[in-house]
């Protein structure tokens, strides 16, 4: 969870004790007016009662006095709304006005003789009652109003601010542009703990470090403004404020780190617990609460990772890159382990738009469902050492579902796959291919397997061999991205492929670079001489295909005309190339 949902649901559980009461800060003007007409109608009082004026209705005589019990009335409710809408000074106000009153209904009975009117002191005092009963009422909603707010930003095993308080402090601080520090704390091996010793030793442990913590807080002996929070199991973030220097920083820091140090004695037994910590500083290099908290988090965790007993580390960017290496991964590997890993077949044609057959590429969804692009898996799959699964699987499905094709349109038209160079030369892939073109109905001469250049001439003679081998069976070779690597003439002339492969960015520049486009069709030329068919690679517009039709391309691939498609779409690509 966010740092910034567990903000929003602070606000959320704010408003909703706000809404028990019913002094939803209401406006001051309020106060004033409600308090005017209070008063107003306390003074209009004695000049009604006293009155001489009387109104004729149909008749009748009506004496002005007799409305006096109307705003007697009037005035009580103002009483009871300032009460209960303005707390404290509502209720100390309509308290004294409504005492004030009592003397002068009496002093008004004695003036006229007129026993009928002490009833108004009755009505008084039951009115000073009711506004008692509302305002006791009113402070103890108050009372559980204070302490489910203090629950609600409180760790309750250890009393420190719990997660909620902390990013209310840190968006707080940002929100005025105070530089602070946060400092994530993970302490190492406290499931170990649990599971060992129970968790009421677990409970200790935390009340223990907590409390040392909270002293260093509360006392201010590092000399910084520090806030220190448990986030949540053995999660704690310190904030800290007004250091002058990177040294106070750290002096203040090497002070918490301190305290696990030594050993804590609880009931008797003796103790040791290490943690991780991971630092970043406000503004220079995080500048909003999400990234402030997951980039000390990121450091905290490149901290553990070291093994290394309370090991600190301060937030690089670097970690970022690294993190983003192990989410993809974790989502290779789960997409290999839940057989997720699907390809699309981009299909590529002659000069006249006749099939030729299609280019298997690798095709993995992240947890999202979002496409991860291959040029930013592949690499990783090939650095962490599970290409070759990767590989597989691709080849596999597709190969499968293209020998089904073939068989079933009748049309001869190629696979190619892409297979990396590390796994090529695997003492198993040989086998492997085997025993997929055995389950798959797709006849070797169909298969092409692409090499790209740049990897392939690090171990030539060893990957000549391969190749070799592959070439007997009756399947083609494509040398991938040509004209990237570095080839030299002579090992091109001796390299088995059956087709070149230049490379998009050359075919991208040819249009307007007059070299880019000799460069190409002296790659053509090469490739000719040595018997070799050439396709130009991410092919987008008809210039293109005008001007490779011109230097004597022999294929072309690309969007312009056929982006990488899904099986159902592959298959009407060769139906319709069948019936043509
Ligand atoms: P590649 O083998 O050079 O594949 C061609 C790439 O160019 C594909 O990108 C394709 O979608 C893209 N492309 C084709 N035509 C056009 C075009 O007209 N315009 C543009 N902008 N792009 C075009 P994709 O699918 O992202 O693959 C990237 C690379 O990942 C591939 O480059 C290949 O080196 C590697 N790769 C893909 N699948 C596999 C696999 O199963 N195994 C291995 N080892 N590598 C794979
Ligand atoms: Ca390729
Ligand atoms: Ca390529």
Wanted: charged share 25%.
């Amino acid at each position: 969870m966010t740092m910034n949902n567990n903000n929003s649901e602070k606000r959320i559980l704010e408003k909703t004790l706000e809404n028990l009461s019913f002094a939803k800060n209401p406006p001051k003007l309020g106060l004033v007016l409600l308090a005017m007409l209070y008063l107003a109608s306390y003074f209009a009082m004695p000049f009604l009662v006293n009155s001489p004026f009387a109104v004729d209705y149909n008749g009748t005589t009506i004496g002005i006095d007799s409305f006096a019990g109307v705003l007697s009335s009037i005035f009580n409710v103002f009483a009871i709304f300032l009460t209960l809408y303005y707390g404290d000074v509502g209720f100390s106000i309509s308290v004294v006005v409504l005492i004030l009153n009592i003397p002068m209904i009496i002093s008004n009975v004695m003036r006229n003789h007129n026993l009928g009117n002490i009833s108004g002191v009755f009505t008084t005092l039951v009115t000073i009652l009711t506004l008692i009963v509302i305002y006791v009422n009113n402070k103890r909603i108050e009372k559980y109003q204070d302490k489910l707010m203090k629950q609600a930003v409180t760790d309750i095993l250890t009393g420190l601010p719990n997660r909620f308080a902390c990013a209310e402090l840190v968006e707080d601080l940002i929100k005025k542009n105070q530089p602070f520090a946060v400092l994530s704390i993970n302490l190492n091996g406290f499931s170990d703990i649990n599971d060992t010793m129970g968790f009421d030793i677990g409970n200790e442990v935390l009340m223990e470090i907590s409390s040392k913590w909270k002293l260093i807080a509360d006392m201010e002996v590092s000399g910084t403004l520090d806030f220190i929070a448990r986030l949540g199991g053995d999660e704690f973030a310190l904030v800290i404020r007004k250091y002058k220097n990177e040294k106070e920083l750290m002096n203040t820091i090497n002070m918490y780190r301190d305290v696990l140090g030594y050993k804590l004695l609880i009931h008797d037994y003796e103790i040791q617990v290490s943690a991780s910590y991971g630092f970043v500083e406000f503004p220079s290099e995080a500048k909003d609460v999400d990234s402030i908290f997951s980039f000390s988090n990121r450091a905290m965790l490149k901290a553990k990772e070291s093994k290394e007993e309370n090991n600190l580390l301060r937030f690089n960017e670097e970690m970022l890159i690294d993190r983003h290496i192990t989410e993809l991964e974790n989502e290779i590997k789960a997409a290999l382990q839940n057989n997720t890993i699907y390809y699309s077949l981009q299909p590529q044609f002659d000069m006249n738009h006749k099939l030729r057959g299609f280019e298997a590429l690798a095709r993995i969804k992240d947890k999202r469902g979002n496409n991860i692009s291959p040029g930013e898996f592949i690499p990783i799959a090939e650095k962490k050492g599970f290409i070759d699964k990767v590989d597989l699987v691709v080849f596999k499905k597709a190969a499968k579902f293209v020998g089904k094709l073939i068989q079933e349109s009748g049309c001869d038209f190629t696979l190619s796959i892409n297979i990396s160079v590390k796994h090529l030369m695997k003492k198993h892939f040989l086998d492997e291919l085997k025993d997929i073109l055995d389950v798959s109905d797709l006849p070797p001469h169909n298969l092409e397997i692409e090499i790209t250049e740049s990897i392939m001439i690090e171990s030539v003679e060893k990957a000549f061999k391969c190749i070799g081998d592959l070439k007997a069976m009756g399947i083609q070779i494509a040398i991938d991205d040509f004209g990237t690597g570095y080839s030299s003439l002579s090992y091109l002339f001796n390299f088995p492929a059956t087709l070149l492969k230049v490379d998009k960015s050359f075919i991208d520049k040819m249009d307007d670079n007059a070299s880019s486009r000799k460069y190409v069709e002296t790659i053509i030329s090469l490739g000719h001489i040595m018997g070799i068919d050439v396709l130009a690679e991410g092919v987008e517009t008809e210039d293109q295909i005008e001007t490779l039709r011109a230097i004597g391309c022999d294929y072309i691939q690309g969007y312009v005309w056929g982006k990488p498609l899904k099986d159902k779409e592959a298959r009407e690509v060769v139906l319709e190339a069948s019936n043509a």
